[in-house]
């Protein structure tokens, strides 16, 4: 049965509507442009810009949520986060937080995003199914910000430590202190190790995330911003503004294996969904390098737009949908396969605006057809 429509107490069938498909669909990079108040989207199969989104005043950090379908910007200076949908790269909404937001990381189950104001050493924690502001926390000073895998705790970086957050309770629980003025913060896939690049110490501090205590630092090159670790976690990346080059750690021994040069003064960094490529943002050329991480070496550089500062990446699945007939609502709706042994994952468990939203991975072709059905009432 492709779709119900409830009427009058009856059950009656209705043919599905046909599929929408994604405007967008692929691995992409997100780019905030911190001058040209823009997010630039690099398709990752060709490296090419394929679409600019305008957004707040000075972008200087993006987040995308695990599923793919949105992007959060940290807005320096116009004091808020625009809300970017991944799927139509349209601007939804835009949410006021404190001042001058820093950084936006969004929890491994997608629920909240932390924003750090660094003008006002707050956290503003955003429910993303509203994207509202929920709570405001406390710390002692605002920069980075990581969820472990878990989500159960997030770290911020501040002037010289690095808060703790309990994220059950939204309160700071342990503060770790670490180099001078930390920026980036990233977590190793297992939770056990954590991160830290600190700006003017040019060193990045690991933390034993179980006792919160620094275990060794780094020395690497000049101005470390921010850092990223490989999805399988053997390796992190640290991008150094001052020596325009990055640093590659070895997490197992905790050295730097490799320097890579690239544009100039890099600042933000984010592998590729599954490790072959690593992305950096080049402040001061306005572009963006492309290194393959097995023989960690630049293989592309991408133009941008004015002083790129941050980057994320991820898959944006594709997406079908159905609608009811004039004078319904939708009251619920699901999917069905035909041409697939795998059975897509149901992402969205409730009706989006006035359809019903079905999204699969479009990296595989198992997962491209689908033929969602809405449930109606009148």
């Known amino acids: 049965m492709a779709g119900l429509v409830l009427l009058v107490g009856l059950a009656l ?22 001058v ?19 957004v707040g005043s000075r972008p200087n950090w993006v987040a995308v ?10 807005n320096f200076v116009s004091n808020d986060v625009t809300v970017i949908n991944t799927v139509t790269n349209a601007v ?15 929890s491994p189950d997608g629920t909240i995003a932390y924003v750090t104001n660094s003008g006002s050493n707050t956290v503003s924690v955003i429910d993303t199914a509203t994207n509202t502001v929920t709570t405001t926390i406390p710390v002692s000073s605002a920069q980075g910000v990581a969820f472990n895998p878990g989500g159960t705790t997030a770290y911020v970086s501040g002037s010289s430590d690095v808060s703790v957050i309990d994220t059950a309770t939204n309160t700071v629980t342990a503060t770790i202190p670490v180099g001078s003025s930390p920026k980036g913060v990233a977590f ?23 006792t919160n205590t620094v275990t060794a630092t780094i020395p690497v090159g000049t101005l470390p911003y921010a850092v990223a670790v490989s999805p399988d976690g053997t390796t992190a990346y640290v991008t150094n503004n001052g020596s325009s080059n990055v640093s590659v750690i070895n997490t197992a021994t905790n050295t ?3 320097t890579i040069p690239v544009g100039f003064s890099p600042e933000g960094v984010a592998f590729s969904p599954g490790g072959t490529r690593a992305y950096v943002t080049n402040y001061g050329s306005n572009t963006v390098s492309v290194i393959d ?13 004015s002083n790129p500062i941050s980057v994320a990446t991820a898959r944006v699945p594709a997406v079908a949908t159905a609608t009811c007939p004039a004078g319904h609502v939708i009251t619920g709706g699901g999917y069905q396969q035909s041409g697939g042994a795998v059975p897509p994952t149901q992402v969205t468990d409730r009706p989006v605006g006035d359809s019903w939203q079905v999204l699969a991975d479009n990296q595989s072709t198992n997962y491209t057809n689908l033929t969602p059905y809405a449930v109606c009432a009148p």
Request: charged share 5%; no cysteine.
């Open 256 to 258: 730097v294996t490799a």
């Open 92 to 106: 939804t909404t835009t949410i006021p937080v404190g001042t001058r937001p820093f950084a936006v990381a969004v």
């Open 65 to 74: 949520t695990p599923d793919g379908i949105t992007a959060y910007t940290a």
């Open 36 to 54: 040209s108040n823009t997010v630039s989207v690099v398709n990752a199969a060709t490296n090419t810009v394929t679409t600019t989104v305008p």
């Open 188 to 210: 190793t896939p297992d939770g056990t190790t954590a991160y830290a690049a600190n700006l003017i110490s040019n060193t990045v501090s690991v933390i034993n995330t179980a």
């Open 13 to 34: 069938p209705v043919t599905a509507a046909t599929p929408a498909r994604a405007a967008t669909s692929g691995t992409f990079a997100y780019v905030t442009n911190y």
């Open 293 to 305: 991480t097995a023989t960690a070496t630049v293989t592309t550089t991408v133009a941008s737009s």
